[in-house]
C-alpha cells in the first residue's frame, strides 16, 4: 500500500499587515496547486482525503479536477491548532513563534500560549493515523521495533492520497516510521509548499513496516516556485 501525502500550496498568512486566520492560498499557492495537479493527473488513488481548513480545501481543488474525485473531508487532519490572531499586526504572531522556538527543548511541549499544545496535537494526529490505518487493517503490533499485522481488510494495491499539513504529514510520517516523538516533528521532516511525500508498505516475515520512498518532492515546482 502507498500513502501519497501532499502539502497544502503557499497560504497568505498576513494580508495588509494583518493575520489572517485559517487563510485563502496566495496567487503563487494557487499555481503550486495546479503544478501538484498536473504532477499526478495520470496516476491512479483509490481515495484522496482532505484536511478541512481552507488552504488545503483549495489545493485540493485542481487534483480533484483531474483525478475525478469528489471532495471527501478528514477532520483528523487538520493541522495545529494556533491562537486567534485574526486581524492582529503580524509582528505579534512572529514574536509569539520566535519565543516558542527559544524555549528549552522539554518546554516546547507545552507549544504556543492560547494555542493548542505540542503534546495534545502529537497524540491527535497518531490517534488519527492509528485509526486511518486500523480501518484499512493495519494494527501496530505487540513490538519495541516499528512493526505492524494486517488482516483481511489490508490490500497492498491500495494507493490513497492525504492533502494536508506540515504538521499532520509529518507527525503522520514519523509514527509510522517509528521514530520517537519530539516536539518539532515539522522541522525534523522538512516538507514544502506543494510538496509530494510517499510512505509504501514492506512485508517482513512476521507483519509489514513502511518505507519512506519520497520526501518533499518539488521537482514539479520551478525553482522561483519553492516555498516553505
Known sequence: MELVIIRHAQPEWVKDGLSVDNPPLTDLGFRQAEAVAKEIAN???????????LRTRQTATPILDVLGKPLVIEPWLEEIRNPIWHGTPQEK?????????SKAS????????????????VARINDGISGFLASR???RASSDLPVWETNDQFDDNRKIALICHAGTGS????????????????????IG??????ISTLKLADGITF???QLSGNHHLEPGMRTY
Open 211 to 213: 518505507g519512506l520512498t
Open 193 to 198: 509548499h506543494a510538496t509530494i511525500n510517499r
Open 93 to 101: 504572531a512572529e514574536a509569539a513563534w520566535s519565543a516558542e522556538k
Open 137 to 139: 487493517g493495519i494494527v
Open 43 to 53: 496516476e491512479h488513488f483509490d481515495e484522496v482525503l482532505v484536511s478541512p481548513l
Open 171 to 190: 507527525v503522520s510520517l514519523c509514527h509510522m516510521l517509528g521514530f520517537p516523538v519530539t516536539p518539532w516533528e515539522w522541522e525534523r521532516l522538512v
Open 106 to 121: 522539554h518546554e516546547r511541549w507545552s507549544g504556543v500560549e492560547g494555542g493548542e499544545a505540542v503534546s495534545d496535537f
